[in-house]
C-alpha cells in the first residue's frame, strides 16, 4: 500500500467528520458542499482500492492475509457512500450525523488497513 495515499484517505476522512460532526453541531442536515466533500473522500477511496488491487495482482502479500485484506478494502471504498445514501434519507442533523459517523469509520479502517497490509 501506499503510506502516502492511507494518510491522505484518513485525513480528509476526518475532515469531512469533523465539518460534519460540526453541521450535525448546528442542528443542519447534509447540504450539496457536504456531498462534495464526500466524493473528494470517495474518489481517494477508490484510488486506494485500485492501488490495492493492482499491488495484489502483481504478486505482492498483505500480511495478514488476502481476503481480509480486500475485505477492509471494500467496506473502506464503501463506508462514506453507504452513509451519504443513509443521510439522504434523513434530512435533519442526524443525517449529518451519520456521516460524520461513516467518515470516522472510514479513518478507522484506513488504519487497520495499515496494519493488515504489514506497516
Known sequence: MLDALTVAVA???????AWCGFAAYRDQPTKDWHFI????????????????IAQLARGEKAHEGTAIFLAYLIGS???VPAAGFL???????WG???VAAGAVVLA???VRLYDIWGG
Do not use: C, I, Y
Not at 11 to 17: D, I, N, Q
Not at 37 to 51: C, I, K, R, Y
Not at 87 to 93: I, M, P, Q, V, Y
Open 77 to 79: 471504498f464503501a463506508a
Open 108 to 110: 478507522v479502517l484506513e
Open 37 to 52: 466533500g464526500m466524493a473528494v473522500v470517495s474518489v481517494l477511496a477508490l484510488g486506494q482500492l485500485v492501488v490495492g
Open 87 to 93: 443521510s439522504l434519507a434523513e434530512r435533519t442533523r
Open 96 to 98: 449529518s450525523a451519520t
Open 11 to 17: 485525513v480528509t476522512a476526518l475532515a469531512l467528520a
